[in-house]
């Protein structure tokens, strides 16, 4: 069984976002990270990988040179290798080009389940994991509360979208797409051995010309969304203006009205 687990090297907060002259994400001027949601995804392939045999877990991402920090970490929490696609060219890629290049690179790699977050903490469209299937004609499970594997088949639950706490039961076919949610399951946190074994790990870089995709199809000038304005929150005030004593009984009510004491 082969499961490719999507990762992306992002921010590490909000707040230090930085942008380029082109307004694009400055990720070399900011510590940067594996984001949360792409932790859960590979905590599932490596639940996964517990349970059936010869599976093999493959991190795929792409992005600039940093952007390998991201494999290492989900080489670290149980994934086997590690593919970085890295071409200059795919600086700006919007989510249509993102699609395309990670669709390219699951075929080569060959899939029976690719997991990814819901969402990207940097962009939070939430579109890559339905283009990603539609490119690669697979089903997609998505927003997946909970995840388990029968022979062929996945087995998948999700909140209803109707705010009652109903769920609706998903069953697909492999080879499908599938994106957890933060509720699928407490990410392992990695040994310091399995932190000194990813290192040891195979990591193979690919081109754009290896995807055989022409660098006219991505980067920013494809893109068909661009960035047209930036503009930097006002940070909250910090002064308290209201009477302490009067904030502290307000607080003490509103504590014991939801019977937090």
Known sequence: MKIVVLTKHVPQAIGEVSFGPDLTV???????????ADEYAV????????????????????GPSGASAALRTALACGADEGVHILDDALH????PATSLVLAAACRRLGFDVVLCGTASTDSAMSVIP?????RLGVPALCRCDTLRTDEDLLHATRD????????EDLTAAMPAVVSVTDRSGEPRYPRFEA???????????????D?????THVGLAAAATKVGKVTR?????????????????RIADFLTQQQFL
Do not use: Y
């Open 26 to 36: 400055n990720r070399s001027a900011v510590r940067c990270r594996l984001q949360d």
């Open 43 to 62: 905590e599932q392939a490596a639940r996964i990988a517990c349970r059936r045999l010869d599976v093999q877990v493959t991190a795929l991402t792409m």
């Open 92 to 95: 700006g890629c919007d989510a």
């Open 130 to 134: 339905a283009m990603l299937a539609e």
């Open 160 to 167: 209803d979208g109707t705010g009652t706490g109903g769920t």
């Open 195 to 209: 932190i000194a074994d990813a290192r040891q790990k195979l990591v193979r870089t690919w081109s754009l010309a």
């Open 211 to 215: 995807l055989g995709i022409e660098t």
């Open 233 to 249: 929150a006002e940070p909250p005030p910090t002064t308290v203006t209201e009477d302490p004593h009067s904030a502290a009984v």
